[in-house]
């Protein structure tokens, strides 16, 4: 039985108090890895943003809003888990400063400076022992060279490669990677069916048989 993080949903970066910057994530993906997770035996963790969505009952949910936030969370559950599935779409760019009021119109050009959110793969990447690591990515060309290149960059062990038709939908289309390029596993369909066949080449490579560099 394996105890496992999941990131989910996009995250919220706000320019004022009732503006903010986001996507269109529904978090569908981490709640239909999450139920594969459960019903293979595991546990779920699920560090989510804000979503309509609701997770299935026996994972553990924490609601977090920001990218800054996601990480918070993170790094206080990862070292207490066995592997991340990061399936979250945490914004990428935050505001270099939060207005503490609704910022009027003024007519004249409104000019946005912003900066790199952390990546929260990337850091808990930095911070892992035993575990295993698998994250999204998204791309919409040079598809495998770019996801193979984030994965190499993330420190991961698989790489789910989507199209941005994923984002907000029911249906998804998928390949999984390792970080020799081969890939393991394509699927497509409701993300429900999608997310069972991923989880189970996650539970074939990564938890069931240990890593190439553990063997
Ligand atoms: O770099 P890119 O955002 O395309 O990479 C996607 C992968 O990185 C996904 O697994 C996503 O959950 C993760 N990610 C993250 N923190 C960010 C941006 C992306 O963990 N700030």
């Not at 190499?152 to 790489?159: A, H, I, S, T």
């Amino acid at each position: 039985m394996a105890r496992i993080l999941i990131t989910s949903g996009p995250t919220r970066q706000y320019l004022d108090p009732v503006r903010f910057l986001s996507n269109a994530s529904s978090g569908r993906m981490g709640c239909a890895l999450a139920a594969a997770a459960l019903a293979a035996g595991h546990e779920a963790v699920v560090v989510t943003g804000p979503v309509e969505i609701a997770y299935p009952p026996g994972a553990e949910v924490i609601q977090v809003v920001s990218t800054e936030d996601m990480l918070e969370a993170c790094l206080r559950v990862f070292p207490g888990c066995d592997g991340l599935v990061a399936v979250a779409a945490p914004c990428d760019y935050r505001p270099i400063k939060t207005a503490a009021h609704k910022i009027s119109k003024t007519g004249a050009l409104l000019v946005l400076d912003l900066v790199e959110t952390p990546d929260v793969v990337a850091a808990l990447a930095a911070i892992k022992t035993s575990q295993w690591i698998v994250a999204f990515a998204l791309e919409t060309q040079d598809e495998r060279l770019r996801a193979m290149q984030k994965l190499e960059r993330k420190n991961g062990d698989l790489v789910v490669l989507n199209g941005p038709a994923a984002l907000c939908a029911a249906d998804t289309q998928v390949e999984v990677l390792d970080r020799a390029g081969s890939v393991l596993a394509a699927s497509s369909g409701r993300k429900e069916d999608v997310a069972r066949e991923v989880f189970a080449v996650i539970e074939r490579r990564l938890i069931q048989s240990p890593r190439p560099e553990e063997r």
